[in-house]
């Protein structure tokens, strides 16, 4: 089993900045080799936002956060990072962190094995 906590969300004014954090543990979270961000807005489906590779340069951005947000790691302190830059009220949602046992990064929710309980990002314009 692999446990995610997230933090960092909170209240912020469009043009302003958040840095999410997501502290990983458990037996098998050496198993795991990408690391994602999704978020789900009121009354709309969950969708992913950015994911890096675990052991690797790799990352992947949603269109509508690049440029705006960056996906960084701490491998020592098994913790992955989200800078969140300009933000809009649209980017309002709660914001959840996941692991993945699979080599390569993805993008859909089905294809992630652990979650965390996500943590709230509410943009005030």
């Known amino acids: 089993q692999v446990q995610l906590v997230e933090s960092g969300g909170g209240l912020v004014q469009a043009g302003g900045s958040l840095r999410l954090s997501c502290t990983a543990s458990?037996?098998?979270?050496?198993?795991?080799?990408?690391m994602g961000w999704f978020r789900q807005a009121p009354g709309k489906d969950r969708e992913f936002v950015a994911a890096?590779?675990?052991?690797?340069?790799?990352?992947r951005y949603a269109d509508s956060v690049k440029g705006r947000f960056t996906i960084s790691r701490d491998n020592a302190k098994n913790t992955v990072f989200l800078q969140m830059n300009s933000l809009k009220p649209e980017d309002t949602a709660v914001y959840y962190c996941a692991a993945d046992l699979h080599g390569i990064i993805r993008s859909h929710v089905n294809e992630y094995d652990y979650w965390g309980q996500g943590t709230q990002v509410t943009v005030s314009s």
């Open positions: 890096i590779s675990w052991r690797g340069p790799s990352t």
């Open positions: 458990g037996r098998t979270f050496t198993f795991i080799n990408v």
